[in-house]
């Protein structure tokens, strides 16, 4: 069969170039007589894979040394547990912005560990906005800020200007829909984590990238497996990773590399999101759910005046070969995820769908 | 290049045939005009996957229904910690018997969350033995005993036949090096887990299999992704499981089924495992350093009289193309990890050229 136009949210779409090399090499990687999956992971060809993969991160996302790079499991809901149990030591509390479901999981589970305030939420409109990120309106007693920057059920973002400066207190960003796909000045933050699953390959794998003072002073009650330190003195072999979701992240990254690196994505994801957002303000029967200002990159939903409206448009989508448009049943509608790997024409042809049944359901 | 012989311990050969047809399946899998990768878990055709999956490991390993199968990350070193937090809340106590590293690290884990009684020990002799385990040794006042099925470093094992009976004290084994290649009655079992880069594919997924009446009873500080009764609830699918690696290891275990189920590949194993023990009984140069009782079908150690003729063999084997045949540093010389995916002919060439190199070195 044709491939298809996925705009899953997650996993998702990744690139077809990826998708064939790893095909090519997926019985015997270059001259090792194994497939990646076979080998040790104390093998010097898998260090060269491993060690690899966290150079070109490194030099994607301009990672200065003074920050350790993970490739570690369990996604970004370990890391709701896993970033309180090491960062929360001194205060015993962390300030959070509520921008949605992930930040919801994230506060009810810091909660846990300590004091979790939520300084900002824009539940009062279903997430459909950002909240004023003022920084009057951080504490300065915590141990850290706690931000999701890309909101894949309600399609808002916080890009890198609008991030706070709080003095002394580390910022936390959930980047797992939104890494590699729009640039952030990394120096910015104290910990940054980001499931695979989106921008950066196959599920399984969690980068997480984490200034060198934060770790080593978890809590008591942290499980080995759950402290940075075990991960950070291994090189993220204390035991044995997930060795070809590694390889493939590693792969993604050569090829985000190859097309010029972040800034270059994030000119593309401009671009794709931009053919979408000019069709629905033009629209008089598609409407956009997002504010303008927050509007995503990554993650647009959008709906028609009624369910049942909604209901045909995505019976035809599917049937015309786009999947997965559904939107998440707390907005309801339609929900096209664009991330890095998602080409132009993709979106182009969606905007095309949608202007056809604009002209036959006025 | 050709396959080589890889005789790693872990992550270790995978068969060809899953190999090649995860390979054809790659970029596109069936007519899902999608790479597996890039399907959405919450996707009926994801679902299929993963519940066609432990449906054939329910079959194979002949799982009751009162048993939860879960499908989750962080290998045996999480589990680990997840076996305390989830069930030591009676005696605050489990009894464990020391057979190696793998232990000492359950033991050492435990023993943060609770009394970890080791009730026997072959550390006094490097490991190469498995104690008695004899029913006196074991307290019955203890949340449950723990047992590591299959020692990948010293090359013992303890067999179906062997597992103790404590009436009222639920068994948990960690089945991460033999669960596949030898028969286990589950029901004698509470918990068991095991890693997948041995027997069951690539690294990055977790099996846990668990009586339902030790879930939902975990410590207060249990973090929610440690929770059994998390993944039991939502089938794996609380958040983005390991998908690929899933679907990897649904191709195994229809491969185990389509050979004759566990029995079948035990048989082969035992075989495979008597061309080996075989020749080191007769030989006057190679030496098992296991006792014979407790030998292992998955992980074979044995030494040459000097450092000198071990390097010597390891070189030769190595450029013969015999891959990962190092013994583990604490046991020195060498080491045949022969998994259900090693063919027996690879056993037969290495005892062939063992048998050249005992010729010439006489």
């Known amino acids: 069969m044709d491939r298809i136009y996925n ?50 991160l490194r030099e994607l996302m301009d990672i200065p040394s003074e920050y350790a ?48 305030n939520v300084v900002a939420s824009s539940e009062d409109a279903m997430f459909n906005y950002i909240p004023d990120l003022n920084e009057d309106i951080f504490n300065t007693e915590v141990d850290y800020t706690y931000l999701t920057l890309n ?31 729009e640039a952030y000045d990394i120096k910015k933050f104290g ?10 390959g196959q599920a399984g794998v969690t980068i997480v990238i984490v200034h060198k003072s934060l770790i080593g002073n978890h809590m008591d009650i942290t499980p080995t497996m759950l402290q940075y330190s075990t991960h950070e ?33 994030q000119k593309l994801n401009e671009e794709k999101a931009a053919v979408l957002y000019d069709f629905l303000d033009n629209s008089q029967l598609f409407k956009g759910t997002v504010v ?17 409206l909604n209901a045909e448009f995505l019976k035809q989508a599917s049937a015309s070969g786009f999947a997965n448009l559904k939107g998440h049943r707390s907005v309801g509608g339609m929900r096209a995820s664009i991330y890095n790997a998602m080409p132009i024409e993709g979106v182009k042809a969606l905007v095309e769908l949608m202007g056809k049944f604009e002209i036959t359901h006025k």
């Open 69 to 116: 790079v993970l490739f570690l499991q369990g996604g970004a809901s370990l890391q709701f547990a896993m970033a309180p149990l090491n960062l929360m030591r001194s205060y015993h509390a962390a300030d959070f912005v509520n921008t949605g479901q992930w930040s919801k999981k994230a506060i009810s589970e810091a909660s846990r560990y300590g004091v979790a």
């Open 292 to 308: 303008k200002k927050d509007r995503s990159l990554m993650n647009i939903p959008f709906v028609l005046p009624t369910d049942e």
């Open 191 to 200: 910990l940054v984590f980001a499931g695979a699953q989106k921008n950066l």
């Open 151 to 181: 909101n894949t059920i309600y399609g808002t973002h916080i890009p890198n200007e609008n991030l706070p400066n709080i003095p002394g207190v580390p910022l936390v960003g959930d980047m797992s829909s939104n890494i590699l796909g």
């Open 233 to 265: 003195k291994e090189r993220s072999l204390y035991n044995t990773p997930p060795t070809y979701a590694i390889y493939f992240a590693g792969l993604v990254f050569d090829w985000v590399k190859q097309l010029g690196g972040v800034g270059e994505m």
């Open 7 to 56: 705009f899953s949210a997650g996993p998702s779409m990744l690139p077809l170039e990826v998708l064939q090399k790893a095909q090519k090499e997926l019985v015997c990687y270059k001259d090792c007589g194994m497939s990646v999956m076979e080998m040790s992971h104390r093998s010097k060809d898998f260090e060269e894979i491993i060690f690899g993969a966290e150079d070109t």
